[in-house]
């Protein structure tokens, strides 16, 4: 008896046109994940079925069949409510998948736990999505969209969380999270504000290429690890006032189009800037820079203000372009200070008795618009 076996690239494209019809529900478009015999997802099973699906919760809180569903807040009413809890009536879920799910209405996951993964990778929230002090294991986001206002705020990531590629289409609060393994924040877009006031970050993030057309706010948050927002585009207003890097910092290549404040951030490792972008003010009051800071090839046309500033092993303004002014004052320079190739408008430098700039800085090499001040305070 013979057998053909498909061969080639039509081959394969049945095969896989095959396996994704086995991977969703038999009802025509639908992309529910299949849960009975005849490939009914829970949408499309009987009453009484999808009621011993969600007692069955009681014994192993597991959701698998919400993937690709589309899940409006009376099914994922009843989906928390099913749930185990705890003494404080929170919703507890070992592992969860949402992949490829679509939330029609306002969506309150708020104080649930996931011990485990929980995947709401291509998910759609059509409007807000309320997360607050959620409990997450291993979190993916990945290519979601937020339809409306997503609301982390005084979550946990006790595991890796990805938001890549996600949309934001409202505002994103993060305040007051705890990142506790790493956290990848590539690509994100964010449509109205960012917000990650007082977040604290202990494995290794990254915002790079992430784009915010309003305000990016990272207030008081603390990174114990790599931090890496390299080609961050912000449009409006950048605070990272009072921010720890506890290792490096890498903004290399980022745009700021309004005003960028560091005010007392403290950078304990490295810290790039080079090739910068900003188009608004940018202001420096009382950092810190332990490590070398380069601003290397940076432009800055909205001016730079820089009280108290301390720079530490070295810091480069190579070929930088300021075209505005730019205020040091009362600063203290640590070690090299390099200038070669730099351009200024007015440029006001005072420095403490502390400060080495003497010693160990290269002759100034710049253009200057109007004067030049350059001279020790007296403290």
């Not at 949309?167 to 993060?174: L, Q, R």
Request: glycine share 10%.
């Amino acid at each position: 008896m013979l057998s053909f076996v498909s061969t080639g690239r039509a081959g394969l494209i049945r095969r896989a046109q095959d396996s994704r019809a086995a991977d969703r529900c038999s009802v025509v478009s639908c992309d529910g994940a299949p849960l009975t015999e005849d490939g009914r997802c829970f949408t499309h099973v009987s009453e009484q079925r999808q009621q011993v699906v969600l007692q069955a919760l009681r014994d192993d809180p597991t959701l698998t069949f919400t993937r690709g569903l589309t899940v409006p807040s009376g099914l994922l009413e009843r989906i928390l409510e099913a749930a185990p809890h705890d003494l404080n009536r929170r919703p507890y879920f070992k592992r969860a998948d949402f992949s490829g799910a679509t939330f029609p209405d306002h969506v309150n996951f708020g104080d649930a736990q996931f011990e485990s993964q929980v995947h709401f990778k291509g998910t759609t929230f059509t409007k807000s999505a309320d997360f607050q002090r959620v409990v997450f294991g291993e979190a993916s986001f990945r290519d979601a969209t937020f339809g409306g206002e997503a609301k982390f705020a005084q979550s946990q990531f006790r595991d890796r969380a990805d938001f890549r590629q996600c949309k934001f289409e409202g505002d994103g609060d993060f305040g007051d999270c705890r990142f506790a393994g790493g956290a990848d924040f590539t690509e994100a877009q964010f449509s109205n504000s960012a917000r990650f006031s007082a977040a604290r970050f202990d494995g290794d993030v990254t915002f790079a290429r992430m784009k915010v057309d309003g305000e990016f706010r990272l207030r008081q948050a603390g990174f114990e690890r790599e931090a890496n927002l390299s080609r961050l585009q912000v449009a409006g207003f950048a605070e990272l006032g009072g921010c720890k890097f506890a290792l490096g910092a890498d903004f290399t290549e980022a745009q700021f189009s309004s005003m960028a404040r560091f005010t007392d951030v403290r950078f304990e490792g490295n810290a790039a800037f080079e090739r910068v972008r900003v188009h608004g003010e940018f202001r420096l009051r009382q950092a810190r820079f332990q490590g070398t800071c380069k601003f290397t090839d940076s432009v800055l046309s909205g001016g730079c203000f820089a009280l108290g500033v301390r720079f530490g092993e070295e810091v480069s303004f190579v070929n930088a372009t300021w075209d505005r002014d730019v205020v040091f004052r009362e600063a203290t320079f640590n070690g090299r200070c390099l200038f070669e190739g730099a351009r200024f408008g007015d440029l006001y430098i005072s420095v403490t008795p502390r400060s080495t700039i003497g010693h160990h800085s290269s002759v100034p090499c710049f253009r200057v618009g109007r004067n030049l001040a350059a001279h020790a305070s007296h403290e």
